[in-house]
């Protein structure tokens, strides 16, 4: 698939943009006939609400982080998270 050829995601990737291309794969996948025949719209559906990016350019080192550090973080996910929700 090309669709994510030359993509590069980050913090600031919205979801919409995550969304057109997972769209656009799907389309692709339909177009050239490798879609399962087993398939179902609900597959379809899992896969536009649930799939994630490719991940072959993350960086997924192990770093040294505090016990306090990951709290410290965590809360601050969560007060970001509670402030969508409200």
Do not use: C, Y
């Not at 030359?6 to 490798?34: F, I, K, N, P, Y």
Request: proline share 1%; no cysteine; net charge negative.
């Amino acid at each position: 698939m090309e669709t994510w050829k030359g993509v590069e995601v980050h913090d600031g990737t919205s979801w919409m943009e995550h969304a057109a291309l997972l769209r656009s794969t799907v389309s692709q996948l339909v177009t050239q006939g490798l879609q399962s025949s087993v398939a179902t719209n609900e597959d379809v559906t899992l896969v536009l609400d649930r799939w994630t990016f490719p991940m072959g350019d993350i960086e997924l080192s192990e770093i040294q982080v505090t016990k306090e550090d990951l709290r410290a973080e965590r809360e601050r996910w969560e007060a970001r998270m509670a402030g969508d929700w409200m």
